[in-house]
């Protein structure tokens, strides 16, 4: 699979390197799509699954245990994704998250105190967090110790009295452990929270991974707002999603906050520690009106590349394009040895080994697509890949024209015909990332721009951020604006594109 994608990448290097744009990493730039083999093939560790509590785990399914004293089991009532029934949780809203988190690197411990602040949507006899691993000390529900239990992958929860449908309320998880990647369901890699050859601690969460590291309703169809107090030994610096609010360093110790004053989903949050410098790029700053702030280990502190300081321009080209920056504050945080990158929302995690123009630019995109506007089902991956793997044929598209991207485009189209590949508005639930959703799902965009002409496409995609900007949304949603938009039935291009046992043609434009 990896190997098609290569060809493909080279394609596209080939053709911005003609155009004298400056990519000089000989990375292959086209995909972020996790590692490649080899990284691929480490060993992922398997989560610690050992309940903590001395109440029995249980797989029973009881959706509206009464409280009282009677033995707690843990319920399992995911959200209702299809392709992943055990993620996230119902019968309640978050609004916020309060991750209190210390991290000492030479014990490898990280001690938590997660404060979730939600509203029940029905009456709450018990109610279900995600959350996998550590020991976890105590729960309070508004303050009140709360009886808990816990299967592999749920944590179960009993306030000491009932909190009626339409109440807000608040709960706190103390806990502590030795944080480790989660194998996922649907990536061939560990994610969660992940350590670097060098020693740097970094957390790459899709899709299931908030649940490794932070209690959580881990879904995006649950987006809330958050605040990070990292504590981590001096000289130590942490850095994770938003705006840096506070230091305050005390007994050897700095605690650095941070708040993302906007919806995140949950696989987004980050936080990345290790020998830092935050470095503030004014020109970029400038060009895109929102603070762009890099996280960088030294030796690129003291030489930032020439992609990494496009940022600003970036920004500024396909706010043009989609519409305004929907957040804060952008930038990237530096990881040793890590070959991929993840685009945590206003902090994009960005392994060394892509470090290059097209993969600053794919991950730049995802700010739209996926991070403002997340799928509402994981089924729909394809509206984050597809999308942002299109971001950089438009990129590509400013220095070569559109007659460059028509034929890079159609020879890559012609390379994936019989691939066997699953269609990208189907892919396979374990392998969610797969080539398809990335590179057949940008030629689907380039499919529909064809045939409903620049203004019209366009308009769709800054129509479909507005509208769902701050939300989720589905396949259907997409197509439901681009229809209205040009006034076309487009039902039978989307379902050729994304449903279709091959790779269409394209429409003649
Ligand atoms: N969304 C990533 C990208 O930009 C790919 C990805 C999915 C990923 N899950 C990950 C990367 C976990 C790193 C870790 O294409
Ligand atoms: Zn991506």
């Known amino acids: ?54 109440l029995p785990p249980t797989t029973t399914i009881t959706t509206r245990a009464p409280t009282g004293d009677g033995p707690l089991n843990a319920i399992e009532d995911g959200i209702g994704d299809p392709y992943y029934p ?10 916020h998250y309060t991750l209190d988190l210390v991290f000492d690197p030479e014990s490898d411990i990280l001690t938590g105190n997660v404060t979730i602040d939600a509203v029940a949507t029905s009456d709450l006899h018990t109610f279900n967090l995600d959350f996998i691993g550590f020991e976890i000390e105590e729960v309070l529900v508004d ?9 592999e992958e749920e944590l179960t929860i009993r306030p000491g009295t009932v909190i009626p449908q339409g109440e807000s309320f608040d709960v706190s998880v103390f806990y502590s452990g030795t944080p480790q990647p989660l194998a996922s369901a649907a990536i061939s890699f560990g994610v969660g929270w992940s350590t670097s050859p060098s020693g740097q601690r970094y957390v790459v969460a899709e899709p299931d991974g908030a649940r490794s590291w932070y209690p959580a309703n881990d879904h995006p169809l649950d987006k809330a ?29 700095t605690t650095f906050v941070w708040e993302m004053a906007d919806p995140m989903a949950p696989y987004l ?70 070959p991929a990158a993840l685009e945590t929302q206003t902090m994009v995690v960005f392994g060394r080994p892509l470090l290059n123009e097209l993969v600053i630019v794919h991950e730049l995109a995802h700010q739209w697509f996926g991070n403002h506007v997340s799928p509402g089902r994981w089924q729909d991956i394809w509206l984050n890949e597809g999308f942002a793997s299109y971001a950089e044929w438009l990129w590509i598209e400013a220095s070569l024209g559109i007659e460059g991207v028509a034929v890079g485009i159609t020879q890559e189209r012609d390379r994936f015909v019989g691939s066997g590949l699953a269609p990208p508005g189907s892919p396979p639930p374990d392998d969610l990332f797969n080539a398809s959703v990335y590179r057949i799902g940008a030629m689907t965009l380039h499919a529909l721009r064809l045939s409903v002409g620049d203004e019209a496409f366009f308009d769709t995609l800054r129509t479909y951020v507005a509208r769902f900007g701050g939300g989720t949304a589905t396949t259907d949603d997409f197509i439901a604006v681009a229809e209205e938009v040009s006034g076309q039935d487009l039902d039978a291009l989307f379902e050729a594109w994304l449903f279709g046992d091959d790779v269409p043609e394209f429409p003649v434009g």
């Open 225 to 253: 707002t958050y605040t990070f107090l990292v504590t981590v030994p001096d000289p130590l610096f942490a850095a994770a999603n938003g705006t840096l609010t506070d230091m305050v360093t005390d007994l050897g110790q």
């Open 269 to 338: 949050a980050t936080v990345v520690i290790g020998d830092y410098t935050l470095v503030v790029d004014e020109v970029s700053t400038d060009l895109a009106g929102v603070p762009v702030r890099n996280v960088l280990p030294p030796d690129l502190r003291d030489a930032v590349p020439d992609a990494v300081l496009r940022q600003g321009e970036m920004i500024d080209f396909f706010a043009e394009l989609f519409g305004p920056y929907p957040f804060d504050a952008y930038g990237i945080a530096v990881v040793d040895g890590f």
């Open 86 to 95: 055990e993620l996230g949780n119902s019968g309640y809203d978050v609004a």
């Open 143 to 151: 303050a009140s110790i709360a009886d808990f239990a816990r299967t």
């Open 1 to 54: 699979m990896f190997g098609a994608m290569k060809h493909v990448a080279v394609v596209a290097l080939v053709l911005v390197m003609a155009a004298g744009c400056g990519v000089q990493d000989e990375t292959v730039p086209t995909t972020s799509a996790g590692p490649v083999e080899t990284a691929a093939a480490t060993s992922v560790p398997t989560p610690a699954t050992t309940a903590t509590t001395s």
